[in-house]
């Protein structure tokens, strides 16, 4: 008989506080909102150093299971539809700096997720929804001439989409893609003039949700994106185009 080897891998004592820790929060023990002990109380309590009770800690802060803020004991966290996409936002962020590809994915991604969004949106959409969108392009109108007010009030009014489905992963989903979209957002956007040509689309996405049109609205949406999606490259691409 052919015993084969198991050899037991001795823990870093932070991976096993790390493991106790996210123990109690699973279990309930630590409840959302409750404040998490002190360091020193853990070191008593686990019998280790400092050091593996803040490794521990900012392990369950990146998985967005507690806050740590300076000065002020951790919080454990509700977890959200979006801090758990916030967990991934640096590796989604330097996978799209490896690949063009990807980012072509992504923006391919976007577009099917919008025309979901704004067929929802359209038969969703109440008198204050149609409003906001309204505020919102009045807001990036104002913006002209600014390209990050104007960026973030884009995002804004995209975002401002996917919340009236109700959908609170949707949004996450939605924040989420615009975020990694936002770092490939060239300056083609403003020195062309091209901000008139988003203001006129935005404009009549709203037009469409207020008919009712769901059709209509999923058109006016895949016009706007496959248009704009140029405006979103790498950066030496982006920086051969403006030279």
């Given at each position: 008989m052919?015993?084969?080897?198991?050899?037991?891998?001795r823990r870093k004592?932070s991976?096993e506080?790390?493991?106790?820790?996210?123990g109690?929060i699973?279990?309930?023990?630590?409840?959302?909102?409750?404040?998490?002990?002190s360091?020193?109380?853990?070191m008593?309590?686990?019998?280790?150093?400092?050091?593996?009770?803040r490794e521990a800690?900012?392990?369950?802060?990146?998985?967005?299971?507690i806050?740590?803020?300076?000065?002020?004991?951790?919080?454990?966290?509700?977890?959200?539809?979006?801090?758990?996409?916030?967990?991934?936002?640096l590796?989604a962020?330097?996978?799209?700096?490896?690949?063009s590809?990807s980012l072509?994915?992504?923006?391919s991604?976007?577009i099917f997720?919008e025309r979901?969004?704004?067929?929802?949106?359209?038969?969703?959409?109440?008198?204050?929804?149609?409003?906001?969108?309204?505020?919102?392009?009045?807001?990036?109108?104002?913006?002209?001439?600014d390209?990050?007010?104007?960026?973030?009030?884009?995002?804004?009014?995209?975002t401002r989409?996917?919340?009236i489905?109700?959908?609170?992963?949707?949004?996450?989903?939605?924040?989420?893609?615009?975020?990694?979209?936002?770092?490939?957002?060239t300056?083609?956007?403003?020195?062309?003039?091209?901000?008139?040509?988003?203001?006129?689309?935005h404009?009549?996405i709203i037009?469409?949700?207020?008919?009712?049109?769901?059709?209509e609205?999923?058109?006016a949406?895949?016009?706007?994106?496959?248009?704009?999606?140029?405006?979103?490259?790498?950066k030496?691409?982006?920086?051969?185009?403006?030279?």
């Open positions: 052919v015993i084969q080897s198991e050899p037991i891998v004592l991976d506080v790390f493991a106790r820790l996210k109690l699973e279990s309930g023990e630590l409840q959302p909102g409750d404040e998490m002990p360091e020193r109380m853990l008593e309590r686990f019998q280790v150093g400092r050091p593996a009770i800690m900012q392990a369950l802060a990146n998985m967005g299971l806050e740590i803020s300076h000065g002020e004991r951790a919080k454990v966290l509700q977890p959200t539809a979006k801090s758990l996409l916030r967990q991934v936002d590796a962020k330097i996978m799209l700096s490896a690949s590809d072509e994915h992504l923006k991604a976007r997720f979901g969004m704004i067929r929802e949106a359209t038969s969703r959409a109440s008198a204050a929804d149609i409003a906001a969108l309204e505020e919102t392009l009045k807001r990036q109108r104002a913006a002209l001439g390209s990050d007010a104007f960026i973030a009030a884009d995002m804004a009014f995209h989409i996917a919340q489905s109700g959908n609170p992963i949707f949004t996450a989903v939605s924040e989420a893609m615009l975020g990694w979209l936002k770092e490939y957002h300056e083609m956007l403003i020195w062309t003039g091209r901000e008139n040509v988003t203001l006129s689309e404009e009549e037009d469409c949700i207020r008919r009712g049109n769901p059709d609205a999923e058109q949406m895949i016009k706007h994106l496959e248009r704009s999606r140029a405006l979103y490259a790498p030496a691409k982006a920086e051969s185009a403006n030279g």
